[in-house]
């Protein structure tokens, strides 16, 4: 077991090394472009994300849609993940985090389009898609379409279900004294009370939920960038001139080269919204849209919220903390977040707390739908029930069992799920370009599209 954990935590360095970082964040750049910087339609989207678009086909409403990827992405990397790319990469890492969710919003954006441009519709009504329904109809490509919903099945139970759990468990006993089995129970009690309706009770209590979370933290960060006033313009500065330049020893940081704060910033940036990855496109394709590129739109405006508003957030809050308090141990990694919230008096460690526990609790209802959608392509309908179960005893093992195996595989996982998402949207980047122009340069992003944009199957 042990010579296989290092096989897995070897391949995980090489998947996760730099061509794969540079094969992202260039079809980043090369989806920017292709689109006519969509990036400049970001308000649109964000308009379009709180309408509702109910004469058209889907099982949930475009909101639905998108607050369900935000609760899948919405996590511990925000919180956790910028801590760590500040703690191996310095201050710089912060704004390639930020510029890998800037242009990561195109890749969103494509690959949304694509999952509702190839959906398909069942004999009940249901709308399904996702990167192997645009290999499958797209490219005529199924047998990478297999290999993709063989990653994601098994992804899910690393990424979105155990090490989700643990978190929880973890914290809940750190703080609270709980034992984990009991945190175990009862988060699988309250999962398995929301997956068993399926999409539409995941949908609902995530437009709820997703909401709360976000604002919950974000007052938080506020609070701290306020008491921090007098150091976030030089936190601010500190971060744009390190991104570019290498940094002497000095200041409450060490020195830090421009190569690392790239590496570290653009991997967790990547990390955090799951742009390329594939997952969140699983879901818009059950959104009532009118058009492709409508709920494109609408995907795209998630990876806005989450790395280009959170993860800002988050990293101005930790540099400016430790320069105000310079004996912050740089190198702390997931606890710079912790010392920064600490300095709220009282209620600091409360608000990251709950912080904490709505975003893994949200990631573990996301990724449910995420893996059951992969596994319904492989074997049909008749596994869904099944696999909710297997889903549900899953959260309750994570929460009582050390997974470190678990969560480098599952990061390996989600590498190769990334690879035959991304071979579908740079060959279909001319389809992308087509609808774009369609619908949101020459058209009415309000048209309809044909009724037999999708396909039905039995």
């Known amino acids: 077991m042990e010579a296989f954990h290092s096989f897995i935590g070897w391949l995980n360095g090489y998947l996760w090394g730099p061509p794969m970082l540079i094969l992202l964040f260039g079809t980043h750049i090369y989806l920017t472009i292709r689109t006519g910087f ?51 990469g310095g201050p710089g890492a912060v704004l390639w985090c930020w510029l890998t969710g800037v242009f990561g919003i195109a890749t969103k954006y494509s690959e949304a389009l694509l999952s509702v441009k190839y959906r398909v519709k069942t004999s009940d009504g249901t709308m399904l898609g996702g990167p192997m329904y645009a290999l499958e109809n797209g490219l005529n490509m199924k047998w990478l379409g297999v290999l993709f919903c063989v990653f994601t099945g098994i992804a899910a139970f690393g990424i979105g279900n155990t090490v989700q759990a643990n978190s929880i468990a973890s914290m809940a006993h750190e703080t609270f004294s709980i034992a984990p089995w009991i945190t175990g129970a009862l988060l699988a009690i309250m999962t398995g009370a929301v997956i068993i309706g399926g999409v539409k009770w995941i949908a609902r209590v995530c437009e709820a939920l997703v909401p709360f979370m976000a604002v919950f933290y974000v007052i938080g960060c506020v609070i701290i960038i306020v008491m921090n006033a007098a150091f976030v ?18 200041g409450g940081f060490a020195g830090y080269a421009v190569m690392m704060a790239m590496r570290y910033g653009i991997a967790r940036g990547l990390f955090s919204n799951e742009s390329g990855l594939g997952s969140a496109p699983l879901v818009a394709a059950a959104a009532r849209t009118r058009n492709p590129v409508r709920q494109a739109l609408v995907s795209a405006s998630g990876t806005f919220w989450d790395t280009v508003v959170i993860c800002a957030l988050t990293g101005i809050v930790i540099v400016s903390s430790m320069l105000r308090n310079p004996s912050i141990d740089q190198f702390q990694g997931a606890q710079l977040t912790k010392a920064a919230f600490d300095m709220i008096p009282v209620v600091g460690p409360l608000v990251l707390t709950v912080g ?14 995420y893996g059951e959608r992969a596994v319904e392509y492989l074997f049909g309908k008749v596994v869904i029930i099944p696999y909710r179960i297997l889903w549900i005893i899953g959260v309750f093992v994570g929460a009582t069992l050390s997974l470190p195996l678990v969560w480098d595989l599952a990061d390996a996982l989600n590498a190769m799920m990334a690879i035959p998402n991304l071979v ?14 369609k619908y949101l340069v020459d058209g009415d992003i309000d048209d309809a599209a044909p009724e037999d944009y999708f396909k039905e199957i039995s």
């Open 38 to 88: 969509m990036q400049k339609h970001i308000f649109k989207a964000i308009k379009l994300s709180v309408k509702k678009d109910e004469k058209s086909a889907g099982d949930i409403s475009q909101f639905g849609a998108l607050t369900t990827a935000l609760a899948a992405t919405i996590g511990t990397g925000n919180i956790i993940g910028v801590a760590t790319a500040i703690a191996l």
């Open 356 to 369: 904490l526990l709505t975003f893994v609790f949200s990631t573990i209802l996301g990724w449910s739908y």
């Open 424 to 437: 579908a949207m740079l060959l279909l980047s001319g389809v992308i370009a087509r609808e774009t122009k």
């Open 233 to 250: 313009l030089p936190a601010l500065k500190l971060i744009v001139v390190h991104a570019f330049t290498p940094m002497a020893a000095g």
